[in-house]
């Protein structure tokens, strides 16, 4: 089993920042990728970004591409997010799991959720 707990969630102004942190402990060596997934009211949850911590890889969903920067190892991973807008607000996921690099963005990939931590951002 691996426990993820999120932590660095807040209210944040438009246009502000914020970073997201992601503690794992457990039997992490049994994963390969840690990501970010988000659900805003009344939304699906959605890949935000992902670091494959073996190889070094990271992937990014389009809305947060070139706003964010995902960082860490099998046991940590954080989410620098940059000029954040209205619709980023939502309730963020740290997800882990050993995980196709080619379905990363698919949350059936993951194994394994923090319980989430909220992201409000005002105008």
């Known amino acids: 089993q691996v426990q993820l707990v999120e932590s660095g969630g807040g209210l944040v102004q438009a246009g502000g920042s914020l970073r997201l942190s992601c503690a794992a402990s457990g039997r992490t060596f049994s994963t390969n990728i840690l990501g970010w997934f988000r659900q805003a009211p009344g939304k699906e949850r959605e890949f935000v970004a992902c670091?494959?911590?073996?190889?070094?890889d990271t992937y990014y969903a389009d809305s947060v591409k070139g706003r964010s920067i995902i960082s860490g190892d099998k046991n940590t991973v954080y989410l620098q997010m940059n000029s954040l807008k209205l619709e980023d607000a939502a309730v963020y996921y740290c997800a882990a799991g050993l995980v196709d690099s080619k379905r990363y963005f698919l949350e059936t990939q993951y194994d394994y959720w923090g319980q989430g931590t909220q992201v409000t951002v005002s105008s």
């Open positions: 670091i494959n911590w073996y190889a070094g």
